[in-house]
Nanobody, 114 residues
């Protein structure tokens, strides 16, 4: 049913930028956003945006990452700048009526080299 297709991950040098995209099929969701999980660590919220435009960011990324949504395209983006090695993780797109709801993308690897 619901499909979230991510793109934009890759390898980047510290200080560089990447733009992640997540295209959703079907419904427009109340909240869409991004989580990440590094090896051996718990999944954590990175950034989410509600349909009305409000946003929440993890303290570790605030000021460096920007989330945006294009409702017409049913797509959410994550612009990541000033990337640090500690940002290395698998990034997962999430969507649903509430944050953390069980609609997830397949994950896209982001690796930041030092």
């Amino acid at each position: 049913q619901v499909q979230l297709v991510e793109s934009g991950g890759g390898l980047v040098q510290a200080g560089g930028s990447l733009r992640l995209s997540c295209a959703a099929s079907g419904s427009i969701f109340n909240v869409m956003g991004w989580y990440r999980q590094a090896p051996g660590k718990q999944r954590e919220l990175v950034a989410i945006m509600f349909r009305g435009g409000s946003t929440t960011y993890a303290d570790s990324v605030k000021g460096r990452f920007t989330i945006s949504r294009d409702t017409a395209k049913n797509t959410v983006y994550l612009q990541m700048s000033s990337l640090k090695p500690e940002d290395t993780a698998v990034y997962y797109c999430n969507a649903g009526p509430v944050a953390g709801f069980n609609y997830w993308g397949q994950g896209t690897q982001v690796t930041v080299s030092s």
